[in-house]
Each structure stands twice: as structure tokens, then as C-alpha cells.
């Protein structure tokens, strides 16, 4: 069955650095595009970033984070750098079949990791 497992997350202070990694089975991981969203409590999923031979991410990111692939180890990767409070939230990868930046868009779901930044 398809997995996508995220990993990565934790506690930093604001302005660190963290790298989010997905590995993905059960798909045939270059067909996919891949995405990464948060949630934050009481807010809903919101889109990152997004990658196949394109790339995307949301205006409260650009030139801060960079999403990344490796189709041979099927892994995505999320670098995230000058950290703030505000990105607090859980962390989802995603897979798609077709391209997209909205929740809808995508077929399949990690568990979620957790990062916070403290101020």
C-alpha cells in the first residue's frame, strides 16, 4: 500500500534551521507531484510548497524554504531556514497525481510532524 512517512521535525528557537524528509512507498514516486503543508490548532491545512517539474510555494515561505526530490532514495525534502513563531504547525507531505496546490488536489497523506518554533 502506499506510505508516505515524514520525519524531521522538533523544537528550535526562531531564525534555526530545520529539515523536514517523506519517504515514499507504494507509488511510483517520479509520476507523483509532491507537496508539503501545515496546519496549525484551530487553523485549516494550508499549502507550502509543491514540486514535480515545477515549483511552488506560498508567499509566507518563498526564499526561506525549498522543497526538494530524490527519485532515487523516493524522498522530498523541506529546507527550512530563518524559522519564525508563526510557523508553528504540524507538517504533511503529499502525493498527487495531477499538480496542484490546493488539499483537494492530492491523493495520498503522511502522518504529519510536528514542528515548533519558540520565540
Known amino acids: 500500500q502506499v506510505q508516505l512517512v515524514e520525519s524531521g521535525g522538533g523544537l528550535v528557537q526562531a531564525e534555526d534551521s530545520l529539515t523536514l524528509s517523506c519517504v515514499v512507498s507504494g507509488l511510483r514516486f517520479n509520476n507523483y507531484a509532491m507537496g508539503w503543508f501545515r496546519q496549525a490548532p484551530g487553523k485549516e491545512r494550508e499549502f507550502v510548497a509543491a514540486k514535480n517539474w515545477r515549483t511552488d510555494y506560498a508567499d509566507s515561505v518563498r526564499g526561506r524554504f525549498t522543497i526538494s526530490r530524490d527519485g532515487v532514495k523516493n524522498t522530498v525534502y523541506l529546507q527550512m531556514h530563518s524559522l519564525k513563531p508563526e510557523d508553528t504547525a504540524v507538517y504533511y507531505c503529499?502525493?498527487?497525481?495531477?499538480?496542484?496546490?490546493?488539499?483537494?488536489?492530492?491523493?495520498?497523506w503522511g502522518q504529519g510532524t510536528q514542528v515548533t518554533v519558540s520565540s
Open positions: 503529499a502525493a498527487a497525481r495531477t499538480y496542484g496546490k490546493r488539499v483537494d488536489d492530492y491523493n495520498y
